[in-house]
């Protein structure tokens, strides 16, 4: 059994895929590194829900074998990774983050663990999530099975949600990458916060068989991995058609940043209030620095304003009408209250009260915007805006509201509801790791229309190409 | 930055501390039909043509 370096643990996809085909190590030792990481560090911040220690070793052979007879299945070949445990693995626990389903065990896996393990990138765990990622409404960090998400920057501060774990996984080097899911939020938030490459692609690109729903027409599920070069070629290995998966777009996706067009022929739109009154006044120099670093590479920043839409209530509305419907056979059941978040029980039960025309409403309204966000686009090409407009919260601060030192809302709302927005029109986000403030990461996210995912990782490998900020590592 | 276990386990009792039970499950509760009650009042402000259908596409 070779010794593995430990400068693997924050290697890139590339890189370690070489370092495995020239032998340096084999897919055994390195699966069994990366476990055993996982397995020591992964409850420092309650980012493991279930090691798979035995399988990825099992796995790991198998790709042994083939790397041996150099049949070479592509970068992802012998990578081990993590999922959040709202993807089914079969015959293992699949919890959901949630005591009522502590011992749920499917018996086919998520079609997304397939298409990985096709790939030949190696499991080795399931990680940590907000309680049925957090549909009913969170109030504490704490609404885990795991407990509280914590950040590997700092312990005292969250990971955030609700794919805490995958965050925090990457950020830790525990897995080179880790796939998580979004509804409103869930891979932009934790990403901003722990300071990990991200990407939550379009709505429908990447199946959705075999992970928990949580609302039918907003869940996405998406990459975090070291650099957006990786986000690119784990996309292009989860993404595809699936009969399986009514809201499949029929799509592929093919990892080609170099057609893309080059940043400098891109209008970048962005609310200049977001970066600065609307941010807290720690994080304001990250962010000037990163629009700096956009400007040299040529990109025409565009002051804009998007359409004009209550986005809050059209998603929450369509989240509770759908989880409602989904849930309710826990919520009739009496099982909702053995989650561990109060307000979030409240959510849930209150879901079934929703008349059908909100709901109705809430969807048409829903056109709406998808038509105004079509009209924003043939003016830009991409909308820029914070990650998230503070660095992680403190782990006991109540999710909602406002930190402390956070200023008011301004007048002037920007970009601010550029995450519900991005959601119900089924836009793709790319996060970037873009500076420190308080040694805590800072991000900035790029929105472009469906299936413009090439484009956004283009920007992002350039932005990467002149900045090391997604490099950076906390104190393991 | 180093934390102790003590500053950990304080933070985490913070978080996982129980809420009081009765009292504070009846607001909770009128809290979450408020929300949607809010949520209905916001929708309602929106200029809504009635030839504007849902965001649903169906095909076989």
């Given at each position: 059994m070779a010794t593995v370096p430990e400068?693997?643990?924050?290697?890139t996809i590339p890189e370690l895929n070489a370092r495995l085909k020239a032998k340096e190590f084999s897919a055994e030792d390195l699966a069994r590194t990366f476990s055993e990481r996982l397995q020591r560090l992964g409850p420092r911040y309650?980012?493991?829900?279930?090691?798979?220690h035995q399988e990825a070793l099992r796995a790991a052979k198998e790709v042994d074998k083939d790397l041996k007879r150099e049949r070479y299945r592509g970068p992802l070949q012998g990578i081990p990774y993590g999922v959040k445990d709202l993807l089914a693995f079969a015959g293992?626990?699949?919890?959901?983050?949630a005591a009522p389903y502590a011992a749920q065990v499917f018996q086919k896996n998520a079609t997304v663990i397939e298409k990985l393990s096709a790939t030949g990138a190696v499991l080795t765990g399931k990680l940590s999530m907000v309680e049925l990622a957090g549909g009913g409404g969170y109030?504490?960090?704490?609404?885990s099975l795991t407990g509280p998400g914590l950040n590997?920057?700092?312990?005292?501060?969250w990971s955030g949600g609700s794919s805490s774990g995958s965050a925090a996984a990457v950020a830790a080097g525990l897995v080179p990458f880790a796939i998580g899911s979004e509804t409103s939020g869930s891979i932009v938030t934790p990403a901003s916060y722990c300071g990990v490459t991200a990407l939550r692609p379009s709505?429908?690109?990447?199946?959705?068989?075999g992970a928990m729903a949580l609302s039918w027409t907003l869940d996405k599920l998406g990459p975090f991995a070291r650099s957006a070069e990786d986000c690119g070629l784990i996309l292009q290995a989860i993404a595809g058609k699936d009969?399986?998966?009514?809201?499949?777009?029929g799509k592929s996706f093919y990892y080609?940043?170099?057609?893309s067009r080059p940043v400098k022929e891109l209008k970048i739109a962005y609310a200049p209030v977001d970066f600065?009154?609307?941010?807290e006044p720690g994080v304001r120099a990250a962010f000037a620095e990163a629009m700096g670093v956009l400007k040299s590479l040529g990109a025409q920043l565009t002051e804009a304003k998007l359409p004009d839409f209550p986005y809050g209530a059209v998603l929450s509305t369509i989240l509770s009408g759908e989880m409602g419907s989904i849930f309710e056979p826990l919520i009739a059941s009496g099982?909702?209250?053995?989650?561990?978040d109060k307000p979030q029980i409240a959510g849930l039960k209150a879901?079934?009260?929703?008349?059908a025309k909100d709901y109705l409403k809430a969807m048409r309204i829903r056109r709406l915007i998808q038509g105004e966000v079509s009209k924003l686009f043939a003016e830009y090409d991409v909308l820029l805006a914070?990650?998230?407009?503070?660095?992680a919260t403190k782990?006991?601060?109540?999710?909602d509201q406002a930190p402390p030192g956070m200023p008011a809302?301004?007048?002037?709302?920007?970009?601010?509801?550029i995450i519900q927005m991005g959601n119900l029109a089924g836009l793709p986000a790319l996060v970037l790791p873009c500076g420190l403030a308080e040694n805590m990461p800072v991000a900035i996210q790029l929105v472009g229309l469906p299936f413009s995912e090439n484009m956004l990782l283009a920007i992002g490998r350039e932005f990467q190409g002149k900045t090391d900020w997604h490099k950076r590592r906390p104190p393991v | 930055m180093k934390l102790t276990r003590r500053q950990l386990a304080a933070s985490l009792a913070v978080a996982a501390a129980p809420a009081p039970a009765n009292a504070q499950n009846e607001d909770l509760d009128a809290a979450a039909r408020d929300r949607l009650k809010n949520n209905a009042n916001a929708l309602n402000a929106v200029n809504l043509p009635m030839a504007v259908e849902p965001a649903v596409v169906f095909r076989a």
């Open positions: 400068d693997v643990y924050f290697a309650n980012a493991l829900a279930l090691s798979l293992q626990p699949t919890t959901w983050g109030r504490f960090a704490s609404a590997p920057w700092d312990r005292t501060r709505y429908g690109l990447v199946s959705r068989q009969s399986g998966d009514p809201g499949s777009a080609t940043p170099q057609y600065i009154e609307a941010a099982k909702v209250d053995q989650l561990a879901s079934l009260e929703l008349p914070p990650g998230r407009a503070n660095i782990v006991d601060q109540r999710i809302p301004p007048s002037n709302p920007g970009f601010r509801g | -």
